[in-house]
């Protein structure tokens, strides 16, 4: 397989007449200009104003946590979270390895040793087995014997300064159990909401269940802010923490004086009046998201090949990208799936390739039955914009059917 193929001799701008069909694209409300031209006629074209306050608000109101900070970006608000976790060189952080290298990047800034854990079959997300192993394993100092890194192998026995949970694609993870695990242990768990807000287990708000939740507000979330992110907790005191280090971490003096270092993480007025207006819809995005997936849910009930994630009992996913397992028996990968969508100017992907297979992670300690990689090896996800029509995904389901029924005489676009 060459290196890399996906879309390098691909045009982007496909010859089509009903228009390039993209994974997940922004999705404006109307009123998004009301609210910047509120920033432009008051001139707070910066980091502070009316709208970062709405915004922060807007989002406490929705998920019921007082205390939120707007950042610039999701992976940002990862960061900020580990620093009041007291995440340092030589500690180390379990993180989930089904994910993207958002959730993972941030450990590294700090110097710390990610620890790779894979999923469980219900919701893709971390599963708590494995996640007990990777606790008892770090604390009894025997991580060298899944790395051979001499960072791993000089860590002495000690408690995971933090646990990174992920609720993919929207789906929540099996909380109760992985917090019942954080309790016992003591160590704080960090959820990565930036693809579920709007999800929730039992009416609890993803992002809510741990000691620091975060949000991504980037381009192709089911809400933008064109670039964003939120910090959210119900410790007072760590979100003034951090958004005195979002702001350079500026000392209390009329004069700019700085005893830690800080960091340029702050939104601007202008993309939380985005943000604002897009709050307003977000429950009416939340149920397109889920319309789309019992769409495709209904026109592909016949494809015994193709398997859908199902909602555990009280788990309501926002379903952010609606995702696919096709039988590996069909004699092709999602990859060729995808190129061949993309020939007809229909945008999908893979699912994520996990961490402890990408070339920057393999060599981290990493504990599970590669259920992650076997999905991803299996797994597509379908366009999920929340303004697609029913007709229009009818239509892609029908290019899907074509080609997972293609003969196999007739291959695919070779990788």
């Keep these: 397989m060459k290196a890399n193929p996906f879309f390098k001799n691909l045009p982007m701008d496909q010859p089509n007449r009903r228009g390039r069909i993209f994974l997940s694209p922004p999705h404006m409300s109307g009123n998004e200009l009301i609210y910047i031209g509120n920033a432009f006629e008051k001139n707070y074209i910066a980091p502070i104003g009316e709208n970062v306050d709405l915004f922060e608000s807007s989002i406490a109101n929705f998920v019921g946590i007082p205390n939120v900070l707007a950042t610039n970006t999701g992976t940002a608000a990862i960061h900020l979270a580990l620093i009041l976790a007291g995440v340092g060189p030589g500690d180390v952080v379990i993180c989930q390895s089904f994910t993207f290298a958002a959730s993972a990047n941030p450990i590294k800034y700090l110097g710390a040793t990610p620890v790779f854990v894979d999923s469980e079959e219900e919701t893709w997300n971390m599963d708590p ?69 709007g999800s929730s287990i039992n009416g609890k708000q993803c992002g809510t269940f741990g000691e620091y939740g975060i949000y991504s507000f980037n381009g192709n979330k089911i809400i933008t802010t ?77 494809e015994s090949c193709i398997q859908f994630l199902e909602e555990p009992v009280a788990y309501k996913s926002n379903r952010w990208l609606t995702t696919i397992l096709i039988d590996k028996d069909r004699g092709f990968t999602p990859e060729q799936i995808a190129l061949e969508l993309e020939s007809e100017a229909i945008e999908t992907r893979p699912l994520w390739k996990p961490m402890h297979l990408q070339p920057l992670y393999c060599h981290y300690p990493y504990f599970g039955t590669n259920l992650s990689a076997a999905l991803f090896t299996a797994g597509l996800c379908l366009p999920s914009g929340s303004a697609l029509t029913r007709e229009t995904i009818f239509m892609i389901c029908e290019k899907l059917k074509e080609l997972i029924h293609r003969p196999k005489s007739s291959s695919l676009i070779k990788m």
């Design 129 to 197: 087995d494995s996640l007990r192993e990777a606790i008892e394993t770090t604390l009894a100092g025997e991580l060298g014997n899944h790395s051979e890194l001499d960072e791993v192998k000089k860590l002495k026995p000690q408690l995971p300064k933090a646990i990174i949970v992920v609720h993919l694609y929207g789906m929540p993870a099996k909380m109760d159990e992985l917090c019942q695990l954080g309790k016992k242990y003591g160590i704080p768990i960090i959820e990565d909401s930036a693809e579920a807000i």
């Design 226 to 302: 064109s670039g964003g992110g939120a910090l959210v907790s119900n410790n007072k005191k760590a979100i003034e923490q951090a958004r005195n280090l979002s702001a350079q971490a500026r000392d209390s003096y009329i004069y700019y004086q700085h005893s830690k270092v800080g960091y340029n993480y702050k939104m601007s007025n202008i993309s939380a009046g985005i943000g604002v207006a897009q709050m307003e819809v977000l429950d009416s995005r939340v149920e397109s998201r889920r319309e789309n997936f019992s769409a495709y849910k209904e026109f592909l009930k016949d």
